[in-house]
């Protein structure tokens, strides 16, 4: 009789706000490190994606460079002392680079500049200097077979009004017949 009434008789209220007291102070933990996790998850996933996207700016300055003169690539280039960035953002994902011609006073295109398209809450930089514009004497002379690349893909994390993240790339355009020295 006594093992009957054992088995009928339930939890209390007490046991069961134990039970769940218990229950939560392992569950929040679990649910704010699973959206840590997720919010990690996102920033690595935002930083490859902006490294693939200054990657592939490079990578088409380097092919540019191929197929049209350098001089038109150095034309793109700041004076040595600005800030100064193109914003490629608002470009069309082809765009093409046009060149007058001088002597039949004719426009045409000479190669395309080819793009993935950037995400809404993205921004394509690129500047385009001589490689040493960093020297800060009066009697600058920039060295115009090489020149400096810097890229910078700008982008906006989640509820952020402005761009606070940024990866940023550099590398060497050199005329054919000039190779860099380290």
């Known amino acids: 009789m006594e093992g009957a009434n054992l088995i009928n008789r339930g939890f209390s209220l007490i046991e069961i706000v134990i039970a769940s007291t218990i229950s939560v102070i392992l569950i929040v933990p679990l649910i704010l490190l699973y959206q840590q996790s997720l919010h990690e998850t996102q920033q690595s996933f935002d930083e490859i994606q902006a490294m ?3 990657r592939e700016v490079i990578d088409e300055f380097h092919t540019l460079s191929q197929s049209v003169s350098f001089d038109s690539i150095s034309l793109l280039g700041s004076s040595p002392n600005s800030d ?14 046009i060149k007058n011609d001088h002597v039949s006073s004719h426009t045409r ?5 080819n793009l993935s398209p950037l995400p809404a809450n993205y921004q394509r930089l690129v500047k385009v200097s001589p490689a040493n514009s ?4 009066k009697n600058y ?3 115009m077979q090489l020149l400096s690349l810097e890229v910078i893909i700008r982008w906006k994390t989640l509820r952020a009004e402005n761009y606070n993240r940024d990866v940023r790339l550099q590398s060497l355009i050199a005329l054919d017949d000039v190779k860099p020295e380290f």
């Open 52 to 54: 693939l996207l200054a």
């Open 134 to 137: 960093s020297t800060s004497t």
């Open 84 to 97: 100064n960035f193109i914003d490629l953002s608002q470009l069309p994902h082809t765009k093409p680079l």
């Open 141 to 143: 002379t920039p060295y």
């Open 109 to 113: 295109a000479l190669s395309t500049f």
